[in-house]
Structures are given as structure tokens and as C-alpha cells.
T-cell receptor, first 116, second 113 residues
Framework: DVKVTQSSRYLVKRTGEKVFLECVQDMDHENMFWYRQDPGLGLRLIYFSYDVKMKEKGDIPEGYSVSREKKERFSLILESASTNQTSMYLC???FGSGSGTYETQYFGPGTRLLVL | DQQVKQNSPSLSVQEGRISILNCDYTNSMFDYFLWYKKYPAEGPTFLISISSIKDKNEDGRFTVFLNKSAKHLSLHIVPSQPGDSAVYFCAASVYGAGNMLTFGGGTRLMVKP
């Protein structure tokens, strides 16, 4: 079974703090994704990475950055947390674009972040 | 503008009856569609998918129907069970677009015993 783990289930931070969210997958997947989930808006893609040290902006990258130094680990960074970044953050991974097929994304359990 | 829409934020169904969840999309380039199920405090899990070359895909109690001309898909759950109570997300992708998915807003399904 694919396992995607996220470093924290719940986080409470203060406005202006730098926040790190970490995600690890154990299936040697090439692709990794960060989403945020908000009521009525579904999952919106923040950033994704298709290889080590590679990253692509998603639909809502503003206020976020990412880091992928190792294949299994993908970090989301909030440089200066703001209250409008209070949300559920979900990490996902998938096998890789070279497979030539459609692929399923596998999700971690999520981190619920509250910014005060 | 949302390219994938689930217009019903919630749906309540009696146990044993059919649940029908709907999804509309606007981007005609989408050629692969997925449904994910999400329980509270858990990540979404893949449920069923359909390619645009098909109009129906079935897996046990779950069937997805695709109407390309209407840009509409639906998920049928028959019979519905209380354990099906969850939020269901429709997602769409374009082949070759790096496996990026565009999600709808979700529909909360409640199956009453």
C-alpha cells in the first residue's frame, strides 16, 4: 500500500511565523503535490513537483514556497503565516509522468493549520 | 472561475436507496475523471475513474457515468450504506498535463440508517 505521511495533524501558529509542513511518501513516486482544502472550494493546488529540486506553481502559490531535496520528501513553507492561510493542507503523490498513463494521486491525512 | 463544479454541497439519502452525485465541467480538454471520497480527519481516497473514451465505468456498488456532450458526470451508489457518508470530490485531468487534477468543491453525502 502507498503510504503518504504528513508531519503534523494539527498546528497552531501566530501571524508572521514561518511554518513548515512536511510530507513523506514511501513508494518511490516521482510526483508530489500540495493542496489546501477549504469548504465549498474543494482542493486547490498550491505547488507540485515532478522530480527532486523541481517545482511548478499550481493555482494558488502566493504566500507559499516548497522544497524537494529528496525524492520521498516534499515540504511546504509559509514564509510569513497569515490568518487567511488557516486551512486544511493535503499532500499527495503519484507514480510519475513517464508512465504514459493516467495516474491516481494518493493523499496523506492532512494537516489542519490555524493561524491566529 | 471553477472548471469543475459540484453544485450540490450536500445530499441526504436513506440507507438502501440510490445516491446520485453530480459534477459538471467546462474545460473540453479534460479527458480523465475521478471520484475521491473523504472522511473527516483523513485524506481523500480514490474511489473510481473514467476515461473520456467510455461513458460508463462500474466497480461494485459504484458506477460513474460520463456525458461528454453535456460536460457532465455522475456517481451512482447502489445500495447506499451508512459507511458511505463522507465528502465526495469530483476531479478531472488532461492527459500529459503532469497528472495535475482539478477538483470540484465536494458534496457531503449523508446516508441515514
Amino acid at each position: 500500500d502507498v503510504k503518504v505521511t504528513q508531519s503534523s495533524r494539527y498546528l497552531v501558529k501566530r501571524t508572521g511565523e514561518k511554518v513548515f509542513l512536511e510530507c513523506v511518501q514511501d513508494m518511490d513516486h516521482e510526483n508530489m503535490f500540495w493542496y489546501r482544502q477549504d469548504p465549498g472550494l474543494g482542493l486547490r493546488l498550491i505547488y507540485f513537483s515532478y522530480d527532486v529540486k523541481m517545482k511548478e506553481k499550481g493555482d494558488i502559490p502566493e504566500g507559499y514556497s516548497v522544497s524537494r531535496e529528496k525524492k520521498e520528501r516534499f515540504s511546504l513553507i509559509l514564509e510569513s503565516a497569515s490568518t487567511n492561510q488557516t486551512s486544511m493542507y493535503l499532500c499527495a503523490s503519484s507514480f510519475g509522468s513517464g508512465s504514459g498513463t493516467y495516474e491516481t494521486q494518493y493523499f496523506g491525512p492532512g494537516t489542519r493549520l490555524l493561524v491566529l | 472561475d471553477q472548471q469543475v463544479k459540484q453544485n450540490s454541497p450536500s445530499l441526504s439519502v436513506q440507507e438502501g436507496r440510490i445516491s446520485i452525485l453530480n459534477c459538471d465541467y467546462t474545460n473540453s480538454m479534460f479527458d480523465y475523471f475521478l471520484w475521491y471520497k473523504k472522511y473527516p480527519a483523513e485524506g481523500p481516497t480514490f474511489l473510481i475513474s473514467i476515461s473520456s473514451i467510455k461513458d460508463k465505468n462500474e466497480d461494485g456498488r459504484f458506477t460513474v457515468f460520463l456525458n461528454k456532450s453535456a460536460k457532465h458526470l455522475s456517481l451512482h451508489i447502489v445500495p447506499s450504506q451508512p459507511g458511505d457518508s463522507a465528502v465526495y470530490f469530483c476531479a478531472a485531468s488532461v492527459y500529459g498535463a503532469g497528472n495535475m487534477l482539478t477538483f470540484g468543491g465536494g458534496t457531503r453525502l449523508m446516508v441515514k440508517p
